[in-house]
C-alpha cells in the first residue's frame, strides 16, 4: 500500500510503527485498530493511507442558514432545481464520451497488438511473437502503474469501496480530484489494453464519480469556477446525489445498462436514497445510452479503427428460443450453489492474497512497480503459451471460409498455430481481448466449438490471474474477471449438462457468469437487470433471478460480500445496515460514559477558550449550552470548521454580548461556511483578542439530532446511518439544574462493533446469530 500520511497520528502505534507505519505482518488487519472507542482513524483510499473524517449530510440549521432560505426567491429556487437536473445531464454526458474514448482507445490498442502477434504466428516466428506482446503489455502495464504509483495513488483499483463508503457519510481524500481522474482514465486504457485480467467496469464507476464531484464544486481545488448558481452545490448532501449519478452512469456505460445503472446504485453504493434522486439517476444514464448508441452507429462505418462490433460488452442473444422444463431447475440450481461457494472461495483467497500484497508493498513504490511488472509478465506467458497445449480442431465444413479459421482481432475461430482448416479453441478465448473473450464464451450455437480440456484451462487461468491481478497498483474492475471465471463453469455444466438439456451452452456460461458475480458480490435486482440488459432475451428472467438468489444465499452461509471485505481491509468506518443483536444490550448512555467528557462552549465564548479547546482536542462538533435562570440549556451544535473561521475572520467582540443579524450577514455567508478544512495551527490571535468574545449563536446549529441516553445502540446506530449524521447529541433522561444538559457526542467511530467490543468485552459473550442481510 502507498506511504502513510505523515500527519496520520494512531495511539495504538508503537514508536517503531510510527517511524514505519506500513509495518505489518499477513495475521494483522491492514490497518491497524485503535482500541479506544472513538480516535483518530487512519483507512487506506484507493493505495495511499490517509487520515479521514466523516461527511456532514446533515442540514445545519444556524440562524445564517435559516435567513439564506427564506431570502431566496422563486426564480432562485426553480435555478437550484435547473440546476441540478443540468449537472445530471452533464454528468451522463462527460461520463458517456470519456467511456466512448477508453473503449475505442482499448479496441485499437488491443487490436493492433493482436494483428502484430498473429503476423508473426503465421510466419512461425513464435517466439518473436511473444517477445513482442509481451513487451508491448510490459509497457502498457509500466505507464498505468507509475501513473498510480507517483501521481495518483487513489486511482489505483476499482474505486467503488471508496465510493461505498463516501456515500456512506465517510471523507475519503483524494478520491475525486481531477489528478485521479485523467490518471484514472489513462490508468484503465493501459491496463485493460495489456491483457491483465482486470476489466474497465469499476473504473468507469470512479470516473463518472469524479466527473460528478469536479462538476458539484465547479472544478478543482485550486482551480474553481465561482459562478453564483454553484454556491448551491457547496455542500455535502448535494455533492452526494451526484456521485450517486456519477456511479450509476459509469456502469451503465461499462454494459450500456441504464435501468442496471440506477438499480446498482441503489443496492450496490448509496447509502441514502429518494425518488428525486431516483429520477435525477435515471436521466443521466439515458444521457449516456443515446452518446453510446450515437458513437456505435458512427464507427459501423469503419470511422473509428478495429472499433466496430466489439469494445461495449453487449451479448445479444435474443435470436435464441429458450426452451426449459421442470427438469431444467435441478441444473439450474446446481450452477447457483456452485457459483455462491465459488463466489465466497474467491472472497476468502482475495482477502488473503490482499494481506500479502500488503506485506510486499510497504517496502516501497519500487516494489509496487515491481509487482505489477511481475504480473504483466506472468500473464502475458500465459495467454501466449497455454494455447500452445490445446489440439487443434477441424473446423465445421458447413461454416464459411471466412468464418473459420480466422486470423484477425476477433472471430469465434482463431487459427494461430494450426493448419488450414483447423482452429485452436484456446486461442479463441486467450489470444483475444477480455471483451471479445466473453464473446466467444457467450456464444451460441456452438456446443462443439470448445472442448472440456481447453474450458478448464481457460477457468483455471482466470481464477489464478483473477487472485493475483486485482490488487496492483492500476486501474482495475472486478466485474470481468468475475463474468469470465462464471462463464467458463458455467459452459463446463452445459457440455456435461448437453444430453439432459435443451438450454444452449452458450446461456448456462451467462448463468455461470451471473452466478459467481452474485456469489462473490452479493448482488440480486441490479446484477439481474444488467445480465437482462446485456443479453436482451426477457426469456432469461425466471431462470437468472433463480440462479442469483440460490447463489447469494449460499455465498452469505460463508463470508460477505467482496466490497464489504475490501472495506474492512482499508479500515473505511462503513456503517452497515443492520446493527448486530448485541447491541440491543447496551443503551448509548453507557457508551457516553466510557468517553472522555464532553467538552461544551457557552453561547457567548471567549476568544482565549475557542482556541484552547480548538487546541488541545479533535473533536469536529461542541455542544453550545446557555444559563438560563441559573440552570443551563442546550442551544445547539456548532462545528470546529465554523470555529477556525470565525478565528480567521477575527470576529470578536470587546464587551459579552449577541450580535444583530446585520453584523452575521456583513461578516459571513452561506458558502463560507459550507467551507470544509482549516487548520487552527494556521489561525493567529494576538494576546490582546483572546480576552474578547465570541457570539456563537448565530453559527449554531439550534436542531442537532438528539436521542435520550437510554435508547439502545442498535437503535441509534439505525438512525444514525439512516439520516447521514456525523454528530448525534446524547441527552439525560431527567432534566435538572445540577444535571449537566449534555450526556455524550457519539460519532461513525463509537457505533462501530470493533469500537464498541473493544470498551465493553462481556458483550463478545451475548453475540447472538449472525445480523441478516
Known sequence: MEEFSKSAEAASYTEDEERDPESNNLHQPLIKRNLTLSGNQLAIVGTKVSHIESLDYEINENDLFKQDWRSRSKVEVLQYVFSKWLLAFL?????????TVINLAIENISGYKLLAVVKYIEQE???????????????????????????????????????????????????????????????????????????????LVHIGSCIASLLGQGGTDNYRIKWRWLRYFNNDRDRRDLITCGSSSGVCAAFRAPVGGVLFALEEVATWW????????FFSTAVVVVVLRAFMEYCKSGNCGLFGKGGLIMFDVSGVSVRYHVVDIIPVAVIGVIGGVLGSLYNDLLHRVLKVYNVINKKGKLHKLLLSLS???FTSVCLYGLPFLAKCRPCDPSLLDSSCPTNGKGGNFKQFNCPEGYYNDLATLLLTTNDDAVRNIFSINTSTEFNVFSLFIFFVLYCVLGLITFGIAVPSGLFLPIILMGSAYGRLLGIVMGPYTKIDQGLY???GAASLMAGSMRMTVSLCVIFLELTNNLLLLPITMLVLLIAKTVGDCFNPSIYEIILELKGLPFLEAN??????NITVGELADVKPSVVTLSGIEKVGRIVEVLKNTTHNGFPV??????????????????LILVLKKKWFLRERRRTEEWEVREKFTSIDLAERGGNIDEVTVTKDEMGMYVDLHPLTNTTPYTVVETMSVAKAMVLFRQVGLRHMLVLPKHQAAVVSPVVGILTRQDLRAHNILSAFPHLEKTRGPKKGN
Not at 91 to 99: R, Y
Not at 181 to 198: E, T
Not at 274 to 281: D, E, G, K, P, Q
Open 509 to 511: 456460461a451467462v448463468l
Open 625 to 642: 449550552v446557555d444559563s438560563v435562570n441559573g440552570a443551563t440549556e442546550l442551544h445547539g451544535l456548532i462545528l470546529r470548521a465554523h
Open 125 to 203: 516466428r513464435y517466439l518473436m511473437g511473444f517477445v513482442y506482446m509481451a513487451g508491448a503489455n510490459f509497457l502498457l502495464t509500466l505507464v498505468a502503474a507509475v501513473l498510480c504509483v507517483c501521481f495518483a495513488p487513489t486511482a489505483a483499483g476499482p474505486g467503488i469501496p471508496e465510493i461505498k463508503a463516501y456515500l456512506n457519510g465517510v471523507d475519503t481524500p483524494d478520491m475525486f480530484g481531477a489528478t485521479t481522474l485523467i490518471v484514472k482514465i489513462i490508468g484503465s486504457i493501459g491496463a485493460v489494453s495489456a491483457g491483465l485480467d482486470l476489466g474497465k467496469e469499476g473504473p
Open 579 to 584: 446493527p448486530e443483536p448485541w447491541m440491543r
Open 91 to 99: 454528468v451522463g454526458l462527460l461520463t458517456g464520451l470519456i467511456a
Open 375 to 377: 504480473v504483466s509478465i
Open 274 to 281: 429518494r425518488s428525486a434522486l431516483l429520477w435525477r439517476n
